[in-house]
């Protein structure tokens, strides 16, 4: 059975490891193209959100190279997410496509149930292999953000403009290949060396920008026009307040064991947004304060159209920003965005907070000098 799944950033990574060590024959989809919403935009309903597309584009190539079963995550919550699988499932069907689709659901109080339908692709492992794996699996998913936070670090201090870039490429040429979580973590580990021995400017001055947002488009590149690497290359040291290790540590493991401490969080959003809004809506507000906390120069949000709990996060955003004095853009995507006009809202973006940290210091010093 050759299994594939839906392409999301550097989700990939953690789902090879999962699988191939449960001696499963992986097909990771090709990563998302032009082609792949095309086919997404196709098939979807209009106004669809932009993840589900992709999702569908991603499933059709995977099945045009061959693949036989889809893993798809499910879930429930006021946003749509929670009938994402169901609907994937009859477009492919209406289209003909010969497959099967198992829909892992977030383990509500009972970790069997996950582990069980995991123990169905894996042609029944018991549940202590499942579970080592996935164990293993997350562990390389940790140190692939790590790997991922290294390359923001670097990126916009870096002496010769596009290294950090070129390595990074080379890393997913090599990764798509290597099989186990043994050997990714091994090939993480060489590239953390290579990336930490990058020629680097220490003294240069960087703004450090947040993005929060939803998650599908904080984490894959497609879709967020490779934001992380365009803002490192304007000079911006950047941070995502969601990563692949964050939502499976956070989302999926600890919030089934009800582990998952959210004081900080509730908190922080709590005079802007009290309750619950699906997606990770709250948590843009709240993320958006933390960052201010921590001293960043500005936050970016990030949302596909259509997005029902990021637009409540958006409404309430202006007065964060104003509030806390952060300064606060939100992009919205979905398959007319543009390169050129998303670069200069970036471009003009950076600039704005570049100016306000100038004139924020030059206040500073004159008030220190007494002029
Ligand atoms: S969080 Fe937003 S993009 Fe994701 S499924 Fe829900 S509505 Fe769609």
């Not at 959100?49 to 190539?61: T, V």
């Not at 970790?111 to 069980?116: G, H, L, P």
């Not at 930490?196 to 929060?212: A, C, M, N, P, W």
């Not at 939100?330 to 398959?335: A, H, I, P, S």
Request: proline residues 4%; aromatic residues 6%.
């Amino acid at each position: 059975m050759l299994v594939t799944f839906p392409h999301m950033g550097n989700a990939y990574i953690a789902m090879k490891s999962v699988l191939e060590d449960l001696g499963v024959e992986v097909l990771v989809p090709p990563p998302c193209t032009k082609r792949t919403l095309e086919l997404g935009t196709k098939h979807a309903p209009e106004l669809a959100c932009l993840p589900l597309k992709l999702n569908i584009g991603n499933y059709i190539e995977a099945l045009e190279m061959g693949a036989e079963v889809i893993v798809m995550a499910g879930g429930c919550g006021p946003c749509r997410f929670g009938y994402y699988a169901e609907v994937q499932r009859e477009i492919l069907q209406d289209l003909g496509c010969n497959f099967k689709m198992v829909v892992l659901e977030r383990p509500q109080g009972n970790a069997r149930d996950f582990v069980k339908k995991i123990a169905m692709i894996t042609g029944g492992k018991n549940i202590l292999q499942v579970l080592a794996s996935i164990k293993r699996a997350t562990r390389v998913a940790v140190l692939m953000d790590e790997l991922e936070s290294l390359c923001w670090q670097v990126r916009p201090r870096e002496k010769r403009e596009g290294t950090v870039s070129r390595l990074m490429r080379e890393f997913h040429s090599q990764a798509v290949k290597t099989r186990g979580s043994g050997k990714l973590a091994i090939l993480i580990g060489e590239y953390k060396n290579r990336i930490s021995r990058v020629e680097t400017e220490e003294k240069k001055e960087v703004l450090r920008i947040g993005i929060v947002g939803e998650i599908y488009t904080v984490i894959e590149p497609f879709v967020n026009v490779s934001i992380a690497e365009k803002l490192g290359d304007l000079g911006a040291e950047v941070d995502k307040s969601i990563t692949v290790s964050y939502w499976v540590i956070n989302h999926l493991i600890k919030e089934a064991l009800h582990m998952h401490d959210k004081r900080e969080l509730r908190e922080a959003s709590y005079p802007y947004l009290r309750s619950f809004v699906g997606g990770h809506g709250q948590e843009s507000v709240a993320n958006t304060v933390l960052y201010k906390r921590r001293g960043y120069d500005g936050v970016i949000h990030l949302l596909p159209f259509t997005c029902m709990p990021e637009i409540v996060a958006r409404s309430v955003l202006p007065e964060v920003s104003h509030r806390y004095g952060i300064p606060v853009m939100t992009l919205v995507l979905d398959e007319m965005t543009g390169e050129a006009g998303y670069m200069t809202r970036l471009e003009a973006f950076v600039d704005l907070i570049r100016r306000k940290k100038e004139m924020k210091e030059l206040y500073e010093e004159r008030i220190l000098s007494g002029d």
